[in-house]
């Protein structure tokens, strides 16, 4: 691993774990230990390991000896580590004052991307590469389908060079000029800008070797069909099934294909070969647009319609009148990125207010008209994903081959530009792209109305590009005799250049009003007015036409109902203006829907969010002074780490529960799909089931598009849930709503000598079960912390609050609560059979009730936008029954359980669709198979669900076993490759090959359930170059072209192993999301190293 922040990382945790120093032989071994390799000094660009270790002082302190050498390695305490800081410096002029343009310098964090694909949608096939290795040598041309070897061979084999660069020492080399730039250009670690296309829905087989399943073939074949409306050879579908789904079409279905009149056409020519058969898809029903027969109110025989429907009543009919299928159509447009089928039951009853019909779920194949059918696991049938079935005929979007191509620009766009163009000038200006990150970097200009806030993007292509054009146009329009006169007569709708108010600054501007001897100008880069003298405005000229208007406008998410608030637009002023942000695009429109963040600070700030806040009424907040009593309290959760929320009795909480009565009558009486929640974000406020009432909740996290975290404002509950079980606000009730503040108090038990964090698994156990649900207990403020925003208190269960000895406080200090017991056994010895441990007592939720009630058992902790938490989370005040004592002694590994099978592989010589996940230099990187990406959040999503509603339970930490372990809010599959004595664990993620240190209470015993889908991340090498030592430059090069990228990879060679996470690939990797050419990786890398060995 040549990952610096990782190195940094496993260093930090070995030498805070030996605060007495160790040597540098020691420091080695352990560093092997803990993650298998030696120390990477020079792949990370350093001759020998001191000077790697000189050039982290923020980590290390060293100890040198007389002669120079270093003796002993410390850990540099007291040291603050720079974040990973971009430094922003964008020119702005601002609309208040008409001064020099001002800097403005912003320390920005980068948002890390997600590491889930968020759209969870089976994946199909990327265009393959026109020829096959280098000069098409190895059997190159013949089809992968064995059906028909000239679909490939027809292309003409470029030429490629010829041998592999030799082997080159591992010197400090010069790098080669043609790579400067993008060596040290700014590395975008960005899924999304190369992720997977947004619009795929094709449905992906479950395997091979299954039996044959008629009505899975019938759905995929409609599909085909769907695409090549025109028809095509029967001989050519194998082919086709194939290239799409990865699987053989059995030969049974083609014998079928006559009988199956409701899916296609099968059309006989004149010629008596029975091969030449014409596919059609079927002809159309006398009544095309009545819905599937299965989903036809008072239906008896599922394939016959109804003969007694219908047809005089209104289109607009009542909901409750509608068939079902139109009801199910709705659902799925609300949610675009999947539905499962068993959540349809709850979710239709509570929509509809009607049950859903019986036959529904036991014949999905039937539903293929209105959606497509996907089975992730493929093991549990029943476990079935709805996706609404995609227009065929639209024209834009997606190819045969599936990649996706630039859509065309709508009519409604190119009317917009062609109408500016003649306003401005005879020249046309390129509208402005938005920028394809995940988070890109904003200049927040003003903002009159959160519908149209004015923004710059920050960036190359953007403010670089800008500043050097008006470098060039203080030239151009120079003081000397020869710049350009001013402009006679501006008119209205002109583009000119303006020579800005006191300063010498040359800016593009629009005219917006022609005066006497003034005019007001509107400048098209900067996103404000100005009036000014016309000696100052000069023709633009046409080379200053190229660069897109830099000046745009997005929509704040959320605050649509507000956005004229005084007191939003305030907030924002305040917070937001004149700064740089993070923008997260959630719509990319000609007004794009965002969410904004402040990453300047240790914590994000979510802007969107802190707007809405300021729509609260502070008087309707709990009341609370230091030293006052306050009676009939309730303690709503007691967190893990002894942090506990309460309500006391006030004005707002007495009109929230109002409010909350009004708004479950209200839902009773509607029969709409109107408040689902179909567009989740961070800082959303929305409604969610807690204790089987509706209760306000803020999406705090997001996994994928279906699962996320949530946190109960008014109880301190944190739990995580399906995003099937949101509710918007009614906007009757919005209002009123938002304007009452949070009800829960978080609170701290004070004069205890334990410290929040480090209270013991009893002392949290003791007190929920004094406290939690009793209404009458009472509580006496001793200190209120605004820092850490947290009230100190004496709690009581009674309201014989005069007595201190009666306070639970009291009671906890004379105990032995928080006597620490040892919780967690780590041991570094590696069994001889791969087995996992298993937790001694059967935890209180299991993972098939992703439908039930999620928040019964909760995981309170303190909310951030982004999370990293180290320590143990426990259940709070949903459910206490769930809530088990855990045991004395830890859970062993004394049942084997089964490994997952190896992830199935094309032969070598074949193409295999991949994803780079991790990509550390061309002799090591990790790929993951692009189709099957999708199973992959399936199962992510499942393992949230079940794991965030687990106690965490005394566990045997075995060397190389396997186990679930939670990494920055997400749970993944590890191979733990060491331990350390401070309670660290070093894991290899089995699905994304990437290394992490992680705290032991973090791990859970990976249950069968989890098993199932082989692990996703495979190790690999590239092919068509020699081994070597790569320089950190070459792997700059090559993280650059490969990693988080879709990819496809022609194998060369299998190596196997016993265990999944030995095999390792050998692979041509080729990019071919260029549609007039494939980019080699391996033809970059020759010739990085044929240009650094020439200028040596």
């Known amino acids: 691993m040549a990952d610096g922040e990782l190195v940094k990382k496993m260093l930090r945790a070995i030498l805070q774990a030996n605060k007495g120093g160790v040597s540098l032989s020691r420091l080695q071994s352990e560093y092997k230990e803990l993650s298998g390799e030696q120390i990477p000094h020079k792949q990370m660009g350093h001759n020998h390991l001191d000077a790697l270790l000189a050039s982290m002082p923020s980590v290390i302190r060293m100890e040198r000896n007389r002669s120079g050498e270093v003796c002993m390695v ?88 010829g041998n592999p660069p030799a082997e080159k020492s591992d010197k400090r080399m010069t790098l080669p000029s043609r790579f400067h730039k993008e060596v040290h250009a700014h590395l975008s670690r960005n899924s999304q800008q190369t992720g997977p296309p947004l619009n795929l829905n094709e449905s992906h087989g479950s395997g091979k070797g299954k039996p044959y399943n008629p009505q899975q073939v019938q759905g995929r074949i409609r599909e085909i069909l769907g695409k090549y409306s025109n028809g095509f050879w029967v001989s050519k579908l194998p082919q086709i099934y194939r290239e799409l789904y990865k699987q053989d079409l059995p030969t049974e279905a083609i014998k079928d294909l006559e009988t199956w009149t409701h899916i296609c056409t099968v059309e006989k020519t004149c010629s008596s070969n029975p091969s030449e058969l014409l596919l059609y898809p079927a002809k159309e029903q006398t009544t095309p647009s009545s819905p599937s027969p299965i989903l036809t109110p008072n239906s008896t025989t599922v394939p016959a319609p109804t003969s007694n429907t219908s047809t005089d009543k209104p289109l607009h009919s009542p909901a409750q009148q509608r068939p079902p299928a139109l009801k199910l159509e709705e659902l799925l447009v609300k949610y675009s990125n999947g539905l499962w089928a068993h959540a349809l039951p709850k979710l239709f009853q509570d929509t509809y207010k009607t049950k859903l019909p019986g036959h529904v779920l036991e014949n999905l194949h039937l539903l293929s008209d209105i959606c497509t059918i996907d089975y992730p696991m493929p093991d549990n049938p029943k476990r079935a994903i709805l996706y609404k079935r995609s227009s065929t005929g639209g024209g834009g979007g997606e190819d045969e081959n599936c990649n996706r191509r630039n859509s065309s620009t709508s009519e409604e766009e190119l009317r917009v530009r062609q109408e500016l163009g003649r306003r401005l000038s005879n020249h046309a200006v390129p509208s402005l792209q938005i920028p394809k990150e995940e988070y890109p970097s904003v200049l927040v200009v003003e903002a009159t109305n959160t519908n149209g806030v004015i923004l710059r993007y920050i960036g190359e292509g953007y403010s670089q590009a800008q500043e050097s054009m008006e470098d060039e146009m203080r030239e151009f329009y120079g003081l000397d005799q020869s710049s350009p006169t001013p402009l006679s007569s501006p008119s209205s709708g002109q583009l000119v250049a303006v020579r800005a108010e006191e300063e010498e600054e040359i800016l593009r501007a629009q005219v917006c009003e022609v005066m006497a001897e003034k005019v007001k100008v509107y400048y098209v880069d900067h996103g404000f007015s100005e009036v000014i003298s016309k000696t100052k405005v000069f023709e633009l000229h046409e080379k200053f036409f190229k660069l897109p208007f830099q000046a745009t406008k997005c929509k704040l998410a959320g605050l649509e109902p507000f956005c004229q608030e005084p007191a939003v637009l305030k907030k924002f002023e305040t917070m937001a203006s004149g700064r740089i942000l993070l923008a997260e ?50 303690v709503s959760s007691v967190c893990s780490d002894g942090t506990i929320y309460c309500q006391l009795p006030s004005r707002g909480l007495a009109k929230l529960n109002e409010i909350l009565e009004n708004i479950e009558t209200y839902f009773h009486s509607q029969v709409t799909s109107e408040f689902l929640v179909s567009r989740p974000f961070c800082g959303k406020g929305c409604l969610a089931r807690y204790k089987g009432k509706w209760s306000r909740v803020e999406i705090t996290n997001l996994h994928g598009s279906r699962v996320l975290d949530i946190l109960f404002i008014d109880v301190g509950v944190q739990a995580s849930v399906e995003v099937i079980e949101l509710r ?32 013991t698994p009893d002392a949290v156990q003791w007190l929920r079960e004094k406290v939690l649900n009793i209404t009458d207990c009472s509580m006496k ?134 994803y780079v996940s991790v990509a550390c230099h061309p002799g090591h990187f990790v790929l993951q198979p692009w189709r099957d990406m999708y199973k992959l959040v399936v199962l992510m999503g499942e393992m949230i669900l079940y794991y965030n509603k687990t106690e965490e339970k005394p566990l045997n930490i075995e060397k190389n076993q396997i186990y679930a372990a939670k990494v920055e809010n997400n749970w993944h599959r590890v191979l733990v490759k060491g331990v350390l004595t401070n309670g660290l664990v070093s894991v290899y993620e089995l699905d994304y090959g990437k290394h992490e240190l992680v705290s032991c209470t973090q791990l859970r015993p990976l249950i069968k359930e989890f098993r199932q889908l082989p692990f996703q991340g495979i190790t690999a090498q590239l092919a068509g170059v020699k081994p070597r030592q790569w320089s950190e430059e070459a792997s700059i090069v090559f993280r650059n072209h490969v990693e988080k990228k ?8 299998i190596q196997e192993a016993t265990n999944p996470w030995d095999r390792k690939l050998t692979v041509f990797l080729v990019d071919t999301s260029q549609e007039e050419r494939d980019i080699w990786v391996h033809d970059i890398m020759a010739e990085f190293a044929d240009e650094l060995t020439n200028e040596l």
């Open 728 to 759: 918007e606000i009614p906007p009757l009730f919005l209002r009123d709503l938002i304007a009452i503040p949070p009800q829960a108090v978080k609170c701290c038990l004070a004069d205890l000598a334990v410290s929040v964090g480090s209270w």
């Open 585 to 634: 695009i959630l719509e990319r429109g000609q007004t794009p829907l965002v969410v904004l963040y402040d990453t300047s600070q240790d914590d994000d700030v979510n802007i969107n969010a802190a707007c809405m806040k300021a729509l609260q009424d502070k008087t309707l907040a709990s009341p609370l002074q230091v030293n006052s009593a306050y009676m009939n309290v309730t």
């Open 781 to 914: 403020v001793a200190k209120v912390d605004e820092t850490k925003r947290c009230i100190y208190v004496h709690l009581f269960t009674d309201k014989n609050f005069h007595d201190p000895a009666r306070s639970l406080n009291h009671q906890m200090a004379q105990s032995d609560l928080f006597k620490q017991q040892p919780d967690v056994f780590l041991t570094s010895h590696s069994p001889a059979k791969i087995s996992t441990p298993t937790s001694s007592s059967k935890t209180s939720t299991t993972s098939d009730s992703t439908n039930g009630n999620s928040t019964s058992t909760s995981v309170p902790a303190k909310p951030h936008l982004r999370r990293a938490l180290s320590g143990p989370k426990g259940g709070g005040g949903g459910n206490t029954t769930s809530i088990t004592t855990p045991p004395e002694t830890p859970s062993s590994p004394t049942h084997s359980l089964q490994l997952p099978s190896l992830l199935e592989l094309p032969p070598a010589g074949n193409n295999m669709d991949v």
């Open 1046 to 1053: 879709p990819l496809v990879a022609q194998l060369e060679a």
């Open 74 to 161: 410390y850990f540099a305490s007291g040291a603050n580590e720079t974040a990973n800081i971009a430094k922003v410096v964008a020119r702005q002029r601002s609309s208040k004052k008409t001064g020099r343009p001002h800097l403005v310098n912003t320390q920005m964090r980068v948002k890390p991307a997600a590491p889930l694909v968020l759209n969870a949608k089976p994946q199909t096939s990327l265009r393959q590469p026109n020829h096959r290795g280098r000069g098409g040598g190895r059997g190159g041309g013949e089809s992968k389908t064995g059906v028909h070897p000239n679909k490939m061979s027809n292309q003409n084999t470029p030429n490629r060079k």
